[in-house]
């Protein structure tokens, strides 16, 4: 099954960015295909590389990273949410790419499911 | 492997009923200035449109908003264009979308509220009505 | 319909609107700090033994595991699942509601 992924929050204040990335893990474990994980309101600081969590901690952006280069997975940050929080192409995360909201609508329409994680 | 995903999803010709549910009131964080422009950028998408304000929602579009002295954007006199959209949508006869705004009931009372209180004509919904405009939604988009 | 509820329902209204607008044998899935509303013996325990008669209540295990709450004092009736398990009811229910 086709699914998208919104997320509203950024890393580390609200749980939500590791909610939606152990639900995305575990669809992409169970066979379904993730066809683009959104990240909106301050969900687009998740693609952040300047975060440097202590080292004993999850680093929520790289963990991002590494999924979607392992499963090929599309990371679309919103640019006008990005760009009201200062979020550019320069300190992009790998993987990430900065877009218009109507990718968020895409998903909508293409996906069978969508699923939100916000606070 | 940026490259791979320069493209866009296939929407052709698919229309499904979204609901765009506001349960926070205006200011206090942003969530309802920024669903407002995911409302306007879906509306390029010719999908059936639900705007639904429930809960502290009901308070985004209260007649009477002043941000001057808070230095913040009033973003209120927006929620006419959702009007406007949804007039086009009723008039133009080759475009057969279907768009909905609308109040709960119960949230409108809790509130002291009624509908001349808001910048724009809402339909009244009690939860029970809500629940089955809800039931039929394909995509429920929150903030 | 699956519902997701991710909030305290000691601290937001979030599960109360949940319980309101969801419609007779719809799923509800706590997650995050919403699983403090699984759990017996508190001031909403009632309200979900009675929500348990007329939806399918889950909860997210490791959100239990997290903050202490042993599975054993989750209400009888609610099924405690795994992100796996919250894929499944994804998959199995049209539309997804997230209650923010």
């Known amino acids: 099954m086709k699914i998208g992924i919104l997320v509203n929050e950024g890393p580390f204040n609200h749980q939500a960015s590791d909610s939606a990335y152990q639900f995305t893990k575990a669809a992409i474990e169970k066979g379904h295909q993730v066809l683009r994980v959104f990240f909106y309101y301050d969900g687009v600081n998740n693609a952040n590389k300047l975060a440097e969590p202590q080292s004993d901690d999850r680093n929520v952006s790289k963990r991002w990273t590494e999924l979607a280069k392992q499963h090929r997975i599309d990371l679309v940050v919103c640019i006008a949410a990005a760009l009201r929080r200062g979020i550019k192409e320069d300190i992009l995360a790998d993987g990430f790419r900065i877009s218009g909201l109507g990718q968020l609508i895409e998903i909508g329409i293409a996906a069978d499911r969508t699923v939100v994680f916000g606070d | ?143 | 319909m699956l519902h997701t509820v991710n909030k305290s329902p000691f601290e937001r209204t979030n599960l109360k609107s949940c319980l309101r607008l969801a419609g007779k044998g719809d799923a509800i899935m706590l997650i995050e700090d919403a699983v403090y509303a699984a759990v017996q013996g508190t001031a909403v325990a009632d309200t979900m033994a009675g929500a348990k008669d007329d939806f399918q209540v889950y909860v997210m295990g490791p959100d239990l595991d997290a903050r202490g709450i042993s599975r054993d004092s989750v209400i009888d009736g609610i099924n405690v699942v795994g992100y796996d398990g919250f894929v499944d009811l994804v998959v199995e229910h049209e539309t997804s509601q997230a209650w923010l």
Do not use: C
Request: hydrophobic share 40%.
């Open chain 2, 1 to 143: 492997m940026e490259d791979e995903f320069q493209g866009t999803l296939e929407t052709e010709g698919v229309r499904k009923n979204f609901m765009f549910l506001n349960r926070k009131a205006p200011y206090g964080s942003i969530y309802a200035q920024e669903i407002q422009e995911m409302v306007l950028i879906s509306a390029a998408f010719e999908q059936n449109t639900a705007v639904v304000f429930m809960d502290d929602g009901v308070y985004q579009i209260k007649k009477g908003q002043d941000t001057s002295a808070t230095g913040m954007k009033n973003f209120s006199p927006t929620y006419g264009i959702f009007q406007m959209e949804k007039e086009d949508a009723e008039e133009d006869e080759d475009v057969d979308v279907v768009w909905h705004i609308v109040v709960e009931k119960e949230s409108m009372e809790a509130r002291g509220l009624t509908p001349e209180d808001f910048v724009i004509d809402v339909e009244v919904m009690d939860a029970a009505e809500l629940q089955k405009l809800m039931a039929e939604q394909d995509v429920i988009l929150t903030g």
